[in-house]
């Protein structure tokens, strides 16, 4: 059985394995740096990080993990609509190697969508690096506007949004 949930203190250290599997995946864009614990820190007591669980024979599994992120550099970005503020920013997310094409991502996007909703925020918006074509068909089929372009932390974005 698999559920989403809160992320909790005593599951960093699977979350941050989680993020590290990710590293040099095809057009994966992170790298030894980031994400990290600090990371994780800032989003746990935030109510910011979920987690995808899934019972297995040795107990549950964190095998999905996304965020509502708070980085004022994204924010400030002129790209994002004025009619559609407040908004936040979706990051962070990545599924487990082994649970990878089961549509486990879509589910994380729409669970953090519908909490950023419950917070009161009109709008989602996040980065997706311009060459990573399994984020973007994800991305797709929920109908999300390209609002922008952009470098960041030297990386070639693409900038999504979509009301709530």
């Known amino acids: 059985m698999r559920k989403i949930v809160a992320a909790k203190a005593e599951d960093k250290e699977e979350i941050l394995k989680l993020y590290k599997m990710q590293l040099g995946r095809e057009f994966c864009p992170w790298d030894e740096h980031y ?4 990371e994780i820190d800032f989003d746990l007591p935030r109510d910011a990080l979920f987690v995808m669980k899934e019972d ?3 107990g549950e599994k964190i095998i999905a993990a996304i965020s509502i992120d ?3 550099n994204v924010e400030s970005m002129e790209c994002w609509s004025k ?4 908004g936040a920013e979706l990051a962070r997310l990545a599924v487990h190697p082994d649970w990878q094409n089961q549509g486990l991502a879509r589910q994380m ?4 969508m519908e909490k950023i909703k419950e917070r009161g925020y009109k709008s989602v918006h996040f980065l997706v690096n311009r060459l990573n074509t399994k984020a973007l068909r994800s991305y797709a089929v929920f ?11 030297d990386q070639p974005f693409f900038c999504y ?3 709530l």
């Open 35 to 38: 994400p990290e614990a600090k």
């Open 56 to 58: 297995t024979e040795a």
């Open 70 to 72: 708070d980085d004022p």
């Open 83 to 86: 009619d559609r503020k407040p």
């Open 109 to 112: 996007l729409a669970f953090g």
């Open 143 to 153: 109908g999300f506007e390209t609002v922008g372009e952009c470098s960041l932390y």
């Open 161 to 163: 949004e979509k009301a």
